[in-house]
């Protein structure tokens, strides 16, 4: 019966480009990038055991999603940078630099974030903050891999989003309620991939992939592979952004609705 609902699962977005063989890199059409086996299975490793030692003092068996970070500190509930908190990268992390695939030095990461997903956790759809941080986002998958969904976010999708109250860019002022379209009334178009993450792979998110989707994953204990559920094993992340220097903070990219 199981068999009959279920569906082997086409991919639900374009074939991507085949850019690079060693290690296998794959662009995509919405400006993803995915490289394949970024780290070795001794790193991967080495990464768990390091994110287990940090975070033992922590009570009981994590059931939620945890954090670690390095860098400057990011307040989730203002979106602003701390200024005076900062913990400096360990060297497991800051080895990673070398092998990104930076155009310049913008791209090159000084805050990082480790997540552990415990199977059944996941993270909301949201947009990385525009103005705080450079255009480039890179994040890691070691332990498991996952499915991450992304979402051309229009105005509707939007205002589903927690976004910050004030826009510390040029963004456009939200209309007030009066003069706003209800949000069912707004028709749009919207794209959902759901991409699969490898264990070791990572993933770079640029252009329109980084300023108008968003990005998640849903809290599930099985995934769907063609026929069958797979359980979901423990999953980490790195998360590698670089924080914009204040003369720049601010975006005017053309996603203005999706804009913080
Ligand atoms: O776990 C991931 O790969 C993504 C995490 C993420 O989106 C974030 O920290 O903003
Ligand atoms: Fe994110």
Redesign the pocket.
């Known amino acids: 019966m199981v068999e009959r609902i279920l569906f082997n699962i086409q991919p639900n977005y374009p074939p991507p480009t085949l850019i690079s063989n060693n290690p296998p890199t794959y662009e995509f059409t919405n400006g993803l990038i995915l490289i394949h086996d970024f780290i070795s299975k001794e790193e991967e490793e080495e990464m768990i055991r390091e994110y287990h030692v940090v975070t033992s003092s922590r009570e009981g068996r994590a059931l939620k999603r945890g954090?670690v970070h390095y860098g400057p500190h990011f307040d989730y509930t203002t979106f602003a940078v701390s200024k005076s908190a900062s913990t400096p990268p360990p060297e497991y992390l800051t080895r990673l630099l070398d092998r990104l695939p930076a155009r310049d030095d913008r791209d090159i990461p000084d805050q990082y974030?480790l997540?552990h997903?415990p199977p059944g956790t996941g993270?909301p759809p949201?947009v990385?903050t525009h103005s705080a941080f450079e255009e480039t986002?890179y994040?890691?998958?070691f332990g498991a891999s996952?499915r991450?969904d992304f979402k051309l976010c229009g105005e509707k999708e939007s205002r589903r989003l927690r976004l910050p109250k004030r826009s510390l860019g040029g963004g456009v002022e939200t209309p007030p309620p009066e003069l706003a379209p209800s949000v069912d009334s707004v028709e749009e178009k919207t794209e959902e991939w759901e991409l699969e993450?490898p264990a070791r792979s990572l993933?770079v998110m640029r252009g329109p992939s980084r300023y108008g989707y968003t990005?998640?994953?849903k809290g599930r204990k099985h995934d769907q592979d063609g026929a069958r559920l797979v359980a979901r094993q423990d999953?980490y992340?790195?998360?590698m952004r670089r924080i914009k220097p204040a003369e720049r903070i601010g975006c005017d990219c053309e996603y203005s609705h999706v804009c913080s």
């Open positions: 954090a974030t997540q997903y993270i949201h990385d986002i994040s890691l998958s996952t991450m993450l993933l990005h998640g994953i999953r992340s790195l998360t």
